[in-house]
């Protein structure tokens, strides 16, 4: 096993004669294995090894008794030891993130801390590399993520990504040696032990050496990914001005879409990059967040601020019963009906709601206007609100939507013409007078239930 580690470490050149390597010691198998292979290797390699351990507080008594192996061991190998407290439970809470992500990510600053520039070894090993495979298959991922964890990033490197659990404890069996075990990686409490303890196994059954040919694999994957890096860094710096891609068009898809998301500046969903994709090449505006814009003619692909004042052009008046007008030729007509138990059978059970509101469930002053921006509803019978501008371009006709009504009382919007009312004035059992709502539009054709 040390030569297969020795192997890995000169093919990713990963250390280097004079360097010192920090080991990151939690006390479980795969990093005690780490730190004794690292310091078999040290006097041939010409390097020195430190050991820091984080403590993450999560454990009580059990976290203690790591650390207190961690120190005793380092102490026995003669090892400099740093141990770190963090209190990974209220950065959690703080950032809103998962105990897990918590945990990585103050582990990795204490550790970049500490080794200030100094190489950094963390124990991911083969089976690690196998799970994190199929959590990025399973989330969602290109092939970056279905490349696994890189034997390099920066100065932190992974000496044992090639070696299995089981060459692992084999190796510490064989010399002797225990470790602590973490009862919380004996759990399904996390997604990625759901995967170690009930996946793994199975898809061992079907190939017993798994380990080695996911290894092979993913580094097939990484291999064709540097080369599409490669490809993409040449051509961002070909064609980035200032906030635009000049000439992004020309290129592969695998590119654009790599340029499109570097220039983004974001991490974007699927569908998000490929409807950004498909402006770069057609043309077309598309808005990312707030007033950012993806703006295209087809040849320039730019990242656009556009201000847009929140109620330009709005025109409002009170809601009246009868008729109100504040589009030239197009009325909206409101009127009451006492809700009786027949009534309700018609007009609840048999879901002929959507030109109905309960008018005693609207609030304080209301007032019909066209559309402004903004603008959200929670529709009938969903419990999200929604983008009105979303749903108008999902549902409206392009020729009705300058000419859309909306009513709203003193809690927001109850009614979005051609989309919906919302959730808390939908008629029910309860109800006693309905709100009956009509479009009638320049023919005057009646048109009930336009939304």
Do not use: W
């Not at 590119?255 to 991490?267: E, S, Y």
């Not at 030729?329 to 009786?340: A, H, K, P, Q, Y």
């Amino acid at each position: 096993m040390i030569e297969k580690i020795h192997a890995f470490i000169e093919k990713y050149d990963m250390i280097n004669s004079g360097d010192t390597v920090i080991c990151g010691l939690s006390g479980g198998a795969d990093s005690v294995c780490l730190l004794l292979s690292l310091l078999r290797l040290s006097e041939d390699m010409g390097f020195s090894v430190e050991a820091v351990h984080v403590n993450h507080c999560l454990r009580g008594e059990e976290s203690d008794r790591d650390e207190n192996f961690c120190r005793q061991l380092c102490l026995m190998l003669n090892v400099l030891f740093t141990a770190v407290s963090c209190d990974v439970g209220s950065h959690a809470e703080s950032e809103s993130i998962s105990l897990e992500q918590a945990a990585r990510d103050m582990r990795y600053q204490a550790l970049q801390r500490i080794a200030d520039g100094k190489k950094i070894a963390t124990a991911h090993n083969a089976d690690d590399n196998i799970e994190t495979i199929l959590l990025n298959l399973v989330r969602g991922s290109g092939i970056k993520g279905l490349s696994g964890i890189p034997p390099v990033r920066g100065n932190i490197i992974r000496p044992l990504l090639t070696i299995s659990r089981n060459e692992i404890e084999e190796y510490l069996s064989s010399e002797n040696q225990d470790y602590v075990t973490d009862s919380t990686n004996l759990t399904d409490d996390y997604t990625r032990n759901k995967i170690r303890h009930n996946v793994i196994p199975v898809l061992k059954t079907i190939n017993s050496s798994l380990a080695d040919t996911t290894a092979r694999t993913a580094e097939v994957l990484r291999s064709e990914n540097d080369f599409i890096e490669s490809e993409t860094n040449s051509a961002y710096k070909k064609c980035l001005r200032g906030n635009s891609l000049h000439g992004i068009a020309k290129f592969p898809e695998v590119i654009r879409r790599r340029c499109i998301a570097r220039l983004l500046g974001k991490n974007i969903s699927y569908k998000r990059l490929a409807e950004c994709d498909n402006i770069a090449v057609n043309g077309g505006k598309l808005n990312i967040s707030g007033d950012l814009y993806f703006i295209s003619d087809g040849v320039s692909a730019e990242l656009r601020h556009i201000s847009r004042p929140e109620n330009s052009g709005i025109t409002e008046k009170p809601l009246t019963l009868g008729i109100n007008s504040i589009f030239t030729g197009i009325n909206l007509v409101c009127e009451i009906i006492v809700c009786d138990n027949s009534m309700k059978i018609d007009f609840v059970n048999k879901n002929l709601t959507d030109f109905l509101m309960d008018y005693d469930k609207i609030i304080g002053k209301t007032i019909v206007r066209n559309r402004k921006y903004g603008d959200k509803i929670q529709l009938r019978g969903r419990n999200f609100t929604s983008s009105v501008k979303k749903l108008i371009n999902e549902t409206v006709p392009v020729s009705l939507r300058n000419t859309l009504h909306f009513i709203e009382d003193e809690k927001g919007t109850v009614f979005a013409e051609n989309i919906g009312i919302a959730q808390r004035v939908a008629p029910d059992k309860n109800t006693v007078r309905l709100l009956k709502i009509t479009v009638e539009r320049e023919t005057m054709e009646r048109q009930e239930g336009i939304f």
